[in-house]
Protein backbone atom coordinates (compact mmCIF):
# COMPACT_ATOMS: atom_id res chain seq x y z
CA UNK A 1 0.00 0.00 0.00
CA UNK A 2 2.80 2.27 0.67
CA UNK A 3 4.16 1.88 -2.36
CA UNK A 4 1.56 2.01 -4.39
CA UNK A 5 0.85 5.71 -2.51
CA UNK A 6 4.48 6.81 -3.18
CA UNK A 7 4.17 5.60 -6.81
CA UNK A 8 1.28 7.57 -7.28
CA UNK A 9 2.80 10.74 -5.52
CA UNK A 10 5.45 10.61 -7.74
CA UNK A 11 3.83 10.30 -11.09
CA UNK A 12 1.60 13.19 -9.72
CA UNK A 13 4.55 15.38 -8.99
CA UNK A 14 5.85 14.35 -12.57
CA UNK A 15 2.92 15.30 -14.29
CA UNK A 16 2.74 18.87 -12.12
CA UNK A 17 5.64 19.31 -13.28
CA UNK A 18 5.80 18.67 -16.48
CA UNK A 19 2.10 20.94 -17.26
CA UNK A 20 3.60 24.05 -15.21
CA UNK A 21 7.14 23.59 -17.08
CA UNK A 22 6.15 23.34 -20.63
CA UNK A 23 4.46 26.43 -21.50
CA UNK A 24 7.69 28.19 -20.43
CA UNK A 25 9.70 26.11 -22.43
CA UNK A 26 8.17 26.13 -25.66
CA UNK A 27 7.27 29.79 -26.05
CA UNK A 28 11.24 30.59 -24.35
CA UNK A 29 12.75 28.44 -27.28
CA UNK A 30 10.83 30.06 -30.42
CA UNK A 31 13.33 32.36 -30.54
CA UNK A 32 17.32 32.78 -30.42
CA UNK A 33 18.88 35.95 -30.33
CA UNK A 34 21.74 36.61 -32.20
CA UNK A 35 22.36 40.40 -31.72
CA UNK A 36 21.39 42.70 -34.41
CA UNK A 37 18.79 39.66 -35.74
CA UNK A 38 16.38 37.07 -33.63
CA UNK A 39 16.29 33.74 -35.52
CA UNK A 40 12.71 32.64 -35.14
CA UNK A 41 12.40 28.39 -34.94
CA UNK A 42 8.44 28.46 -35.64
CA UNK A 43 8.62 30.41 -38.67
CA UNK A 44 12.38 29.31 -40.01
CA UNK A 45 12.96 33.27 -40.66
CA UNK A 46 15.22 36.06 -39.29
CA UNK A 47 14.12 39.07 -37.47
CA UNK A 48 15.66 42.68 -37.60
CA UNK A 49 15.98 43.26 -33.83
CA UNK A 50 15.00 46.85 -33.49
CA UNK A 51 12.29 48.23 -35.78
CA UNK A 52 13.76 50.30 -39.04
CA UNK A 53 15.31 53.46 -37.54
CA UNK A 54 16.91 52.17 -34.75
CA UNK A 55 20.16 50.14 -34.98
CA UNK A 56 21.68 47.63 -32.74
CA UNK A 57 24.97 49.43 -30.58
CA UNK A 58 25.88 47.41 -27.61
CA UNK A 59 23.32 44.83 -26.72
CA UNK A 60 20.37 47.58 -27.23
CA UNK A 61 18.32 49.43 -29.98
CA UNK A 62 19.76 53.46 -29.85
CA UNK A 63 17.87 55.84 -31.92
CA UNK A 64 14.61 56.45 -32.35
CA UNK A 65 12.14 54.14 -34.69
CA UNK A 66 10.94 55.63 -38.03
CA UNK A 67 7.74 55.55 -39.44
CA UNK A 68 7.73 54.81 -43.47
CA UNK A 69 5.20 54.77 -46.29
CA UNK A 70 5.03 51.99 -48.49
CA UNK A 71 6.76 53.73 -50.93
CA UNK A 72 9.33 54.66 -48.71
CA UNK A 73 9.93 51.21 -47.76
CA UNK A 74 11.48 49.01 -50.28
CA UNK A 75 14.83 52.05 -49.89
CA UNK A 76 14.54 50.37 -46.56
CA UNK A 77 15.25 47.06 -47.75
CA UNK A 78 17.69 47.83 -50.06
CA UNK A 79 19.32 49.96 -47.32
CA UNK A 80 19.51 46.68 -45.10
CA UNK A 81 20.11 44.41 -48.55
CA UNK A 82 23.67 46.46 -48.78
CA UNK A 83 24.64 46.85 -45.14
CA UNK A 84 23.25 43.69 -43.45
CA UNK A 85 23.46 41.49 -46.28
CA UNK A 86 20.81 39.19 -47.28
CA UNK A 87 17.43 38.97 -48.62
CA UNK A 88 15.55 41.33 -46.10
CA UNK A 89 11.62 41.99 -47.05
CA UNK A 90 8.33 42.80 -45.17
CA UNK A 91 6.83 39.86 -43.39
CA UNK A 92 3.59 38.15 -44.24
CA UNK A 93 0.58 39.10 -42.04
CA UNK A 94 1.00 35.70 -40.91
CA UNK A 95 4.61 36.24 -39.86
CA UNK A 96 4.14 39.40 -38.24
CA UNK A 97 0.44 38.15 -36.71
CA UNK A 98 2.79 34.97 -34.87
CA UNK A 99 4.90 37.61 -32.90
CA UNK A 100 2.12 38.90 -31.23
CA UNK A 101 1.87 38.36 -27.50
CA UNK A 102 -1.22 38.50 -25.52
CA UNK A 103 -0.10 37.74 -22.24
CA UNK A 104 2.65 40.72 -22.45
CA UNK A 105 1.72 43.76 -20.72
CA UNK A 106 1.94 47.31 -22.39
CA UNK A 107 3.49 46.57 -26.19
CA UNK A 108 1.96 43.81 -27.67
CA UNK A 109 5.57 41.81 -28.10
CA UNK A 110 8.04 40.17 -26.35
CA UNK A 111 10.14 43.07 -25.23
CA UNK A 112 13.13 40.77 -24.21
CA UNK A 113 13.38 39.84 -28.16
CA UNK A 114 12.44 42.82 -29.42
CA UNK A 115 13.12 45.97 -27.36
CA UNK A 116 11.69 49.71 -27.59
CA UNK A 117 9.05 48.12 -30.27
CA UNK A 118 6.61 51.36 -31.00
CA UNK A 119 2.64 50.30 -29.45
CA UNK A 120 1.36 50.96 -32.49
CA UNK A 121 1.14 49.85 -36.38
CA UNK A 122 3.46 48.03 -38.44
CA UNK A 123 3.51 47.22 -42.04
CA UNK A 124 3.08 43.61 -43.31
CA UNK A 125 3.48 43.15 -47.36
CA UNK A 126 0.10 41.91 -47.87
CA UNK A 127 -2.82 43.44 -49.80
CA UNK A 128 -6.36 43.36 -48.61
CA UNK A 129 -7.62 41.03 -51.09
CA UNK A 130 -11.07 42.82 -50.35
CA UNK A 131 -10.17 46.12 -50.71
CA UNK A 132 -6.81 46.14 -52.85
CA UNK A 133 -6.18 49.73 -52.48
CA UNK A 134 -5.27 48.78 -48.33
CA UNK A 135 -2.53 46.94 -46.91
CA UNK A 136 -2.72 44.89 -43.74
CA UNK A 137 -0.80 45.55 -40.30
CA UNK A 138 -0.29 44.39 -37.36
CA UNK A 139 -0.82 46.53 -34.15
CA UNK A 140 1.40 45.78 -31.38
CA UNK A 141 -0.93 48.21 -28.78
CA UNK A 142 -4.15 45.77 -29.43
CA UNK A 143 -2.57 42.79 -31.26
CA UNK A 144 -5.11 42.66 -33.75
CA UNK A 145 -4.57 42.72 -37.36
CA UNK A 146 -5.94 45.61 -39.80
CA UNK A 147 -6.45 45.67 -43.46
CA UNK A 148 -7.32 49.54 -43.81
CA UNK A 149 -4.50 51.19 -44.11
CA UNK A 150 -3.57 52.97 -47.56
CA UNK A 151 -0.05 52.98 -48.59
CA UNK A 152 0.67 57.18 -48.16
CA UNK A 153 -0.06 56.47 -44.53
CA UNK A 154 3.20 55.84 -42.51
CA UNK A 155 3.96 53.03 -40.35
CA UNK A 156 6.56 51.15 -38.62
CA UNK A 157 8.40 48.46 -40.03
CA UNK A 158 10.31 45.48 -38.66
CA UNK A 159 11.94 43.76 -41.52
CA UNK A 160 12.69 39.88 -42.00
CA UNK A 161 14.93 37.79 -43.94
CA UNK A 162 14.34 33.83 -44.69
CA UNK A 163 16.45 31.45 -42.83
CA UNK A 164 19.24 29.84 -45.33
Not at 76 to 104: M, Y
Request: charged share 20%; net charge positive.
Amino acid sequence: MFRTRLSQLIIYKCILFFLLTFPIMSFASNYIPKGYYIIDLKNRVEWLTCTVGATWQNGECYGKPIKLKLSQVKEAIILANKQLGGNWRLPSRIELENLVCHQCKDVKINKKYFPKTPYESFWTGEKNNWQPQFNWTVNFFTGHTFGRFPGFIPNYVRLVRDRN
